[in-house]
């Protein structure tokens, strides 16, 4: 039995839920080598003025350009369903739901954000689009954005990424981008990483570093981020708000709202429409999962530091590991990166979020135990969700509290076959970053005010 909730074409949703209308207080600056607040101007080398706009915007709802919900409708809405055989599996009074967005033609909830960010960039007269990508979700996701507004996108890989998904490489050539296993020789910040360390296996920080340089020197290119700011979060919101009328649909409204966190697009764009209720007075948990090896706001510092490797962007604060920080190559490429959205970092700060951190091995045993009961292979960054929500449909067996559990899978696994193949033969270990480690990184934290 599976119990699946729809939505109507019609009912997508026409505009995007702006979390900073109702956070308690102003959100935090970004800052100039200086230390001194930037204003819009500081980021109109890269994005175009649309975007610039969205980045600063404190409206509650921005709408959605027609010619964005037209690609959208290609895949949106989203189904939502709840998990019977899973929930039968482990015994459990708690209701589990999930948001499936692996149904997107790339794979992942990234295009979301990829067709508003290519539509936008295509109206300001960009020509080129650069990016970074992790797991390579992203990378997929902007280059079938570039191709369906005409743009050129060239995508820099994490090196550990490029090596073990090599199907989404080719998914990013099949739509016409060029990718490059990142740190390259291609550009001044992947030269000074290689010169470092020629074995690099690469790291978001990096990749950013890399996009951002060739977007920053040339005026027909910009940049597109697939997470972490503010606009991109933006843009995500409207798995949330989907969510939260096909909840409604069913008489039934979560206890908790669970979705993967490296830089926050995914956890934004599920938990931000709950928040606003939250800040309504409803109760309800909102939780961000991280992995173990990358323990971003579980055991990172809240402080202004670099959002990549070099030092190329504005400071930004936000949980931080520190701009340098390298972590270990991971199969959940998509959860690797050193700090985590402002938005996000802030509300946690504040008590508003919670966090859980998990072991690789731990998310891969959840990812299996949710392919045998609801049939879907998840991606490994998604697996990190279920595995918080298995722990706490658990706990509602040993307690008999029957909870409302809801997560987004965010992705599904087909190309993250070899790492499921590691799995099986007991070759992932879990890594906990060193807490000594992190504090050597965090000393290089940039020196603000």
């Not at 026409?14 to 230390?35: E, F």
């Not at 990016?131 to 050129?152: D, H, I, R, Y």
């Not at 998840?378 to 658990?394: C, D, G, L």
């Amino acid at each position: 039995m599976k119990t699946k909730i729809l939505l109507k074409e019609s009912e997508m949703p026409t505009h995007w839920y702006n979390v900073v209308a109702d956070m308690p207080n102003p959100p935090t600056p970004p800052l100039g080598p200086d230390g001194q607040p930037v204003g819009p101007d500081a980021l109109a080398a890269i994005f175009p003025e649309e975007i610039i706009k969205q980045e600063v915007s404190s409206d509650r709802w921005i709408k959605i350009p027609e010619e964005v919900r037209e690609v959208l409708r290609l895949w949106r809405p989203s189904p939502l369903f709840r998990a019977h055989r899973l929930e039968k599996m482990l015994n459990t009074p708690a209701k589990i739901f999930y948001k499936n967005e692996s149904v997107s033609p790339a794979g992942s909830h990234k295009p979301n954000t990829a067709v508003a960010q290519a539509y936008y960039n295509k109206q300001a007269g960009i020509k080129k689009l650069t990016t970074e990508t992790g797991a390579g979700q992203w990378g997929c996701s902007l280059a079938l954005a570039g191709q369906m507004f005409g743009l050129e996108v060239e995508v820099f890989m994490v090196k550990v990424s490029y090596g073990q998904k090599p199907y989404r490489r080719t998914m990013m050539r099949t739509w016409g981008a060029n990718v490059h296993a990142s740190p390259t020789n291609l550009t001044e910040s992947g030269r000074s990483i290689l010169a470092k360390d020629p074995n690099s296996e690469g790291s978001l920080g990096v990749a950013i570093s890399e996009a951002v340089e060739i977007a920053a020197n040339r005026p027909d290119t910009n940049y597109a981020l697939g997470s972490v700011l503010n606009h991109v979060l933006l843009h995500q919101t409207i798995i949330g708000e989907e969510a939260k009328k096909q909840m409604s649909m069913v008489g039934e409204y979560p206890d908790m709202v669970f979705a993967p966190c490296g830089g926050g697009s995914n956890f934004g764009g599920i938990a931000f429409p709950f928040f606003a209720d939250k800040a309504a007075g409803k109760q309800v948990e909102l939780i961000a999962v991280e992995p173990t090896s990358c323990p971003t706001l579980t055991k990172g510092t809240y402080a202004y530091d670099f959002g990549d490797a070099i030092g190329l962007t504005p400071l930004m604060k936000m949980y931080t590991l520190g701009h340098d920080f390298m972590p270990p190559g991971i199969h959940a490429g998509g959860l690797r990166y050193h700090g985590d959205s402002a938005l996000i970092s802030q509300l946690y700060n504040e008590g508003l979020l919670g966090a859980v951190a998990v072991p690789q091995t731990e998310t891969f045993e959840s990812g299996v135990l949710f392919a045998k009961s609801e049939g879907i292979v998840p991606a490994p960054e998604s697996t990190h969700a279920i595995a918080a929500v298995i722990r706490e449909a658990k706990r509602c067996a040993e307690t008999g509290e029957a909870k409302t559990l809801l997560f987004n899978l965010s992705g599904h696994g087909h190309f993250d076959m070899t790492s499921y193949d590691r799995f099986f033969a007991g070759e992932l270990e879990d890594y906990e970053y060193p807490d000594e480690a992190i504090k050597e990184s965090l000393k290089h934290l940039p020196q603000v005010g």
